[in-house]
T-cell receptor, first 113, second 113 residues
């Protein structure tokens, strides 16, 4: 069985500040991990994915995430928030024979001017 | 088009009616997934098609839900005798194969009155 926990359903940061969105996963086999972003009234867009290569994964729009097996975490970061980063962010896992993604409940990011 | 498309974008129906939602995959994508996103929640897996293999229906919440896909073409998700708890955004995703990145459509927002 696989599961994802996103700590913090709402996160607010000031423009220019560090963005940190937390994701912890549970999987009995090595996982594939994903971050997706959902802008208002739009579909999900892939930010980045981890597939057992480098543990530090760089994605689009300046985001990156680090896979830490010992902590079962895959937190998403961005050094400097932009107003355009305001959106909902979802962490997801797939592992083993389960091709479908299991999603966390999402984190709504607000960027304050 | 280049992406996954879904129709209709919005559907309002009365309780007890049947609805049919459509997903047009990216050309060449053999894998197709349906997910449900209830308000304020993450995505729930519903069903997975891979080529001509038997679909994985393990996520369907009840026998009122069914889906079809012929080969690598269009898929339809049918909900019979809709209930108010079926109100959600229904998202379709496709990938080149079952192990690859999933690309999401914009979704169909279903409202059951």
């Amino acid at each position: 069985a696989q599961s994802v926990t996103q700590l913090g359903s709402h996160v607010s940061v000031s423009e220019g500040a560090l963005v940190l969105l937390r994701c912890n996963y549970s999987s009995s086999v090595p996982p594939y991990l994903f971050w997706y972003v959902q802008y208002p009234n739009q579909g999900l867009q892939l930010l980045l994915k981890y597939t057992s290569a480098a543990t530090l994964v760089k994605g689009i729009n300046g985001f990156e995430a680090e896979f830490k097996k010992s902590e079962t975490s895959f937190h998403l970061t961005k050094p400097s928030a932009h107003m355009s980063d305001a959106a909902e962010y979802f962490c997801a896992v797939s592992s083993g024979s389960a091709r479908q993604l299991t999603f966390g409940s999402g984190t709504q990011l607000t960027v304050l001017p | 088009g280049a992406g996954v498309s879904q129709s209709p974008s919005n559907k309002v129906t009365e309780k007890g009616k049947d609805v049919e939602l459509r997903c047009d995959p990216i050309s060449g994508h053999t894998a197709l997934y349906w997910y449900r996103q209830r308000l304020g929640q993450g995505l729930e897996f519903l069903i997975y098609f891979q080529g001509n293999s038997a679909p994985d229906k393990s996520g369907l919440p009840s026998d009122r839900f069914s889906a079809e896909r012929t080969g690598e073409s269009v898929s339809t998700l049918t909900i019979q005798r809709t209930q108010q708890e079926d109100s959600a955004v229904y998202l379709c995703a496709t990938s080149i194969s079952g192990a690859d990145t999933q690309y999401f459509g914009p979704g169909t927002r279903l409202t059951v009155l």
